[in-house]
C-alpha cells in the first residue's frame, strides 16, 4: 500500500545507521516525485507544474494532510489525481458537490485510460453493482471514486469502505470545494459537515480538502470539521489575484432590461471584431427567463448562444455544454451561453475570453467563482458585471429577508442562529462594486485576507497592471459611479461590516460618504440594523414585516439608456390589432398592445407615468424588431423530439373547466406560421383556465385575488385581466419555440407553473423571497399578474373622467 512511502519508518529503523536511513527516505521521496513528473507529462500532458501544484503533490504522496487554498483555474484537480494515481494501488476517494462536475472529471479522466468512476444518486444499476464489486474485493481496481457527500455517509458505502481499509488500499479522502463545509462557506451543504467522522473511522488515512473561495475564517472552520492533523498539515495558498482577468464594473439603471441586451450585444460583437472572430463567453443571469430572454435576443442578432439552467431537461443542457465547449473559435457551436449558477463550479474551458454578469451575484465569492471560468488558459479576459443600485436594493431584500426567515426558524426549533455570512459577503459585494477608487485586484485579494500596502504604488501595480476599470480609466470610472445617482442612497446600501472590516476602508477618495446617522429615536430605514442588512444583534425574532419592507425600499432610478438602443427600430406600431370582442370600458387600454397609442394618451394626462410607459413601448418595439430577425432563423433552437405529437397535446390538461364568458382575444401576432393558430388557441385557453382555477383556490371567497393588491374586484374585469396574462404566457412560449413540439412542450410545462402556484402559499407574500428553484418561475409568473394588475390601476386612472 501506498503508506509505505510515508513517515511510518521510525520502529524499522533502530538497526540502521542514521545517516542511511536519511538517504534511503530521500531516494525513495525523489523516486516518488519522479514517478510524479512523469505522470504530469506523460498522462496529462503538461510540461510543468503549475503554482505549488508540485510542492502539493509532494506533501500528499508523502502521507500529510493537505490543505489547498489556489485561485480559480490554477489547477486543483491534479493536485489529488497525480498523487491517486502515483499510488501502487489503493484507492482515493473524492468528495464533491457537483453531479456535473463529477461527470466531467470522471470522463476526462476516462479518456486518458485511466481507471476513475462516479457512484451518485444517478449511478445506473449495473455500474453500481460493478463499483460494489470492486470494492468488496478489497483490492479495488479503481483508482479514483468520486462521490457526494450524501453517500460517503450512507452505511452502504461505509461498510465497503471498511472493506478496503482493512486491506490497507484506502489511499486518501479528498474533499473537493472544501468551502462547502463551513457554516460561513458561501455554498455551505449540511451533509459536508459529517465528512469529519472519517478521520475517526478510517485512522491514518490523509485527508486533502481544497477550495478557491475561502475566507481565513472559513479555512479554520474547514481545517477543524475535517479533524485534519495539526501536526501533519501542509497548507499551500495561493495568492488569489487572476492577473490576467479586466474586471470592469458597468454602472447602469436595472429596469431596463432593453438596454442592458443591446450593451451585452454591443459588448459581445465589439470582441468577436477585435479579434475578428467568434469568443467563448458566459453570461450569468439571476433568473431562468432572463437567461431564455437573452439568449433568443442574442440569437435573432446572430450570436450563437444558447440559455442553460435547471428548468432545461437534462439532455438538453449535456448538448449545450458540448456544443459550448467546441463552440468560441469561429468553426460554428455555441459561442456564449446564457446561463444561472448552474453553470459554474467545475466549468473548465481553457478559453472563455469573457463573464458577464448580467445580474448581481448574492454574494462575493460566487462572483469570484463565475469570473474565474474566463480565461483559464492564461490569455487575457474579460470580466464584465453590470451594476445598479436598483438591483443590488431589491437583492439586498432578498438576502436580508432570507437570512430574517433563517433566523426565526433557528429560534422557533431553539436551534443555533444562522451566521452573518450570507449578509456580509453580498455587503462586501456592494462595497467592491460601488468603490470606484480602489483597484479591483486589490479589493478582491483583500476580501480574501491578503494584507496589501495599498499605498505602495509599485504593490499594487503587482496585482495589477492596468487590468481593471479602476487603474485603466480612473476618472471614467469614478464619473460614471457618481452618475448612478445622488450618494445618499449608497448610505442605504451600507452594511455591519462585520465580515472584514478593513477590507475596503483605504478607498483612495473616499468617496463613499460615511452613512448618516439618524436624530436619536428616528428610525433610518436604509441602515444596516434596521430593514435590511441587520447586525448580528439587532436582528428580530420574525421575518421583517411588510411595512418595514416597504420603507426601506427607495424610488426606482432612471438612468441612461445605452447608445445603441437609439440604433433600434423606432417605436412600433403592430399593424395587428388585438381587440377583445367585447370591451367592458374599464378595460379598454389594457387590451390594446398597440402600446404607442395608448403612451400618447398618457402623456396627456399623468406625466408621472410616462417613463415606464415609454420603457415598454420601446421594448416592445425592440422586442418586435428583434423578433423579425429572430425568426428569420430557421431553427432556433433543437427541440427534443421524444415529447408530444401536435397541436392537441396541451389539453391533456384534465382538471375541472370552470365556466368563463368567450373572449375574443386575437393573440400577439407572429411572422412565424410554425404553430397553427387552433393549437396556440387551445394554450391560451387552456392557460386562461388554469389560471382562473388557481385564483379561485383558497378557504375565503376572493381566493389568491386577495393576495394582487391592485386588482380589479368586478368579474369582468378579472376575466380580461387573466385572459391579459394568459396571452402573455401564450406569447412567451411561443417565442421560445421553432417547432410545434417544442411549443406544446414550453406549453405544459408553463402549464405546470401555473399549478404550481396553488398549493405554494408561501409563493404568494409579495416578499416572498425564499423559494426553491423549481418555484422560481412560479414566482415570475405571480409578479407578471402584480405587473398587470399594476397597469390596470395606473391605466383605470387615466381613463378616468
Ligand atoms: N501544470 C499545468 N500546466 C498547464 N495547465 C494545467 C496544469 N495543471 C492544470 N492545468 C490546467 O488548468 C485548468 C484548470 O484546472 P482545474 O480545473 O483543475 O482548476 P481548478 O483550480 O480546480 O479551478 P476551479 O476552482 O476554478 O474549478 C485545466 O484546464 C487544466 O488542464
Known sequence: MNYDYSFDTEEDSSHVPPGTLQNLAAEKEAEKAANCARILTETFGHTEYKGKQKEIVEAATSGLDVFVLAPTGMGKSLCFQIPAIADKFGISIIVSPLLALMKNQVSSLRRKGLPAVSWTSDTPKGERDQIIEDLESGKPQTRLLYTTPEKL??????????????EGELNRLVVDEAHCISEWGHDFREEYRRLG??????????????TATATPSVQTDIIRNLKMSEERLFTASHPFNRTNLFYDIKYTAALDSLSRMSAVYDFVMTLHRRRARPSSGIIYCRTRAACDELSAFLRGKGISARPYHRGIRPHMLDKTLSEWEAGGNGDGGVDVVCATIAFGMGIDKSDVR??????LPKSFEGYYQETGRAGRDGCPSKCVLYYSREDAFRLRKLVSDSHAKRQHVASTIHGPQPSQRSIDSFSALIDYAENATMCRHVSICKYFGEKIDTSDKEVVKSYCDNMCDVCKYPDKTLRRRQNLSSEDRVAALSHSRSFNADAFEDDAENSRPAPRKPPPGQHNPGQAGSVGLRGPNTCPTGPPTKKAKLEALPPALITKPYSSVNTLRKPFKTPFKVPFKQ???????????????????????????DEIEVVEVCFNSARQASRDELLQDDVLEEEPTDFGQGGGDILLDDEPQIDLPD???????????KIPEPARKDVFRTIRQALHRVLRWGDNDEGLWVNLSNAPSNAEARYLLLAEAAKKIEYSVHTMSATESGYNQRAKAKLDVVKLMEHRESLWPIDAAHYDDDEEEAIEMIGLLRNICSGWRKIGKRKAP
Request: glycine share 2%; charged share 25%.
Open 197 to 210: 467522522s472519517f478521520r475517526e473511522r478510517f485512522h491514518g488515512v490523509p485527508i486533502m480538502a481544497l
Open 354 to 359: 469573457y463573464i458577464i454578469h448580467y445580474d
Open 153 to 166: 455517509c450512507t452505511r452502504e458505502m461505509t461498510r465497503l469502505l471498511d472493506i478496503v481499509y482493512v
Open 663 to 673: 373572449i375574443d382575444i386575437e393573440l400577439e401576432a407572429m411572422i412565424s406560421k
Open 583 to 609: 370591451p367592458p370600458q374599464e378595460t379598454c387600454a389594457i387590451q390594446s398592445s398597440d402600446a404607442q397609442q395608448t403612451t400618447q394618451e398618457g402623456e396627456e394626462q399623468n406625466h408621472d407615468n
